[in-house]
């Protein structure tokens, strides 16, 4: 009977064993092959039996860490790991510092990883990682301080539609609607004067097809042979070019040399006397993230600036930021205030956090309106444009298929003329401000406030009515 109940015992220990190794070797195979939502119910199981086991702790946190699952201590199960020499545990804890912007931390796991690895690949591809983490911890300390007053979240192909720049600085046009051929790629910017004109297309480079900048200039009415603008070369791809009003300062993307992530903004300057435009530096955060940051246009004569990201965006949406450029960069001071809000301000988590100065907020937004309310090319023939949505656009009044909206239209346009004069004769009352003396500006402190905080208060109601106008207009035509 004893030897029965040995002989029961050691068979069921031995089919609990062999179901254990069939489990792992199951659960570890479709690990390798990538498969964690389908793997990590199978290591749950083996690590509530083993909780003790390295390798499970190990498995079961990259299947979380991998599946997004933030109920599990990956942290705690990947820390644990360690503590049972799985080297590979290290990794994964630098890839969620790095996520969560705990770069030191991060570094320091990757090093952790890279002195006790083997393979000589993993340690040239984690040696670049651990040298852009520190890159990103650099950048993030050099934040600029920047005020971003608006933002708008488009299509991605149409994303130019949120650039309301006025017409100080020239035109900006996607290359497929201003060339009749495919050849050109991204956007294309002709400058104030129409006597330069910027684009990139694609070209034959040892590391393959990329996008470069081509520039070609307008000659008695005619557009010269477009010319590389060889002086600027990285080992990506170039687009997005735009050439400010002094004729001199040039902003472009590039995913090659100096990129954070995907497209980066690029700043450069033209020698005049080389006939070259200087080396071209990263304009740094909160401009450029790990995602694609690209378009940075800068009105000079308004004070406003715009640049087009995809981070934290869906697929085929863009976000439009504009913000007030600073005549000279200003940073954070990283060592002294909260690190987390200034990770947060270089990934423009909030733009209300940039937002430190309330006059010169409503300033930019006074400017911004001014501008969104300027015609478009289009509009200068035929006098009239109107945007509906995305998708559509009137430049005919006649176009508008309901009587109220256009009752409502017609409101929205008569108060804006009154707006805009507003506007003209505050701008005008500020120039006699500046040039009145001590007493002079105390009398008319009082009548410029008044005057600023009414036109605000008509701005906000000017952007009620415009979206009633399109919403009566919509709702009409989706009948």
Request: aromatic share 12%; hydrophobic share 35%; glycine share 4%.
């Amino acid at each position: 009977m004893y030897r029965l109940l040995i002989s029961v015992l050691f068979f069921a220990v031995s089919v609990s064993v062999s179901f254990a190794q069939s489990t792992r070797e199951k659960a570890r195979s479709l690990f390798l092959d990538g498969k964690y939502a389908e793997a990590k119910p199978l290591f749950k199981k083996l690590l509530k039996s083993s909780p003790r086991d390295g390798s499970y702790n190990y498995w079961y946190a990259v299947c979380c860490y991998e599946t997004n699952d933030t109920v599990a201590d990956v942290e705690k199960m990947l820390k644990y790991a360690v503590t049972r020499k799985v080297n590979n545990a290290h990794r994964y804890l630098g890839d969620m510092y790095k996520r969560d912007f705990r770069y030191d931390e991060a570094v320091a796991s990757y090093e952790e990883f890279i002195d006790g690895c083997d393979d000589e690949e993993l340690v040239s591809l984690y040696e670049e990682r651990c040298e852009h983490v520190k890159r990103l911890h650099r950048m993030i300390k050099m934040t600029e301080r920047v005020c971003v007053i608006d933002s708008f979240v488009v299509d991605k192909e149409r994303f130019l539609s949120a650039y309301r720049t006025g017409r100080d600085i020239g035109t900006l046009s996607m290359a497929g609607e201003y060339f009749d051929n495919a050849d050109a790629c991204g956007t294309v910017a002709v400058t104030e004067r129409g006597t330069d004109l910027y684009f990139s297309r694609p070209v034959a480079t040892d590391e393959g097809e990329m996008l470069k900048l081509f520039h070609s200039s307008n000659v008695n009415n005619r557009w010269s042979e477009a010319k590389q603008l060889s002086s600027i070369e990285t080992a990506g791809n170039d687009c997005y070019p735009f050439m400010a009003v002094d004729g001199s300062t040039f902003y472009f993307a590039s995913d090659g040399e100096g990129s954070i992530g995907g497209y980066d903004i690029f700043v450069t300057r033209y020698d005049s006397e080389d006939g070259a435009f200087l080396r071209p530096e990263n304009v740094g955060m909160p401009f450029n993230s790990e995602a694609n940051d690209y378009m940075l246009v800068v009105n000079d004569i308004v004070n406003l600036g715009w640049f087009a990201t995809d981070r934290r965006m869906d697929e085929g949406k863009v976000c439009v930021y504009v913000f007030v450029p600073n005549a000279t960069k200003a940073t954070y001071n990283y060592e002294s205030e909260d690190a987390s809000r200034i990770i947060g301000l270089s990934q423009l988590s909030s733009i209300a956090d940039t937002q430190a100065d309330e006059d010169v907020v409503r300033k930019a937004r006074q400017k911004l309106l001014m501008l969104m309310y300027e015609q478009k090319d289009v509009a200068k023939k035929s006098g009239f444009l109107f945007v509906v949505d995305d998708l559509t656009e009137y430049t005919d009044v006649k176009q508008f298929k309901s009587a109220e909206a256009r009752k409502l239209y017609d409101e929205w346009k008569k108060r804006s003329e009154k707006y805009n004069a507003d506007v003209a004769l505050l701008e005008k009352r500020r120039d006699e401000y500046a040039a009145a003396n001590a007493s002079g500006k105390q009398t008319m402190s009082a009548q410029l406030l008044e005057l600023e905080n009414r036109l605000i208060d008509e701005a906000d109601a000017l952007e009620e009515l415009l979206l009633r106008v399109r919403n009566t207009e919509k709702v009409f035509i989706s009948k």
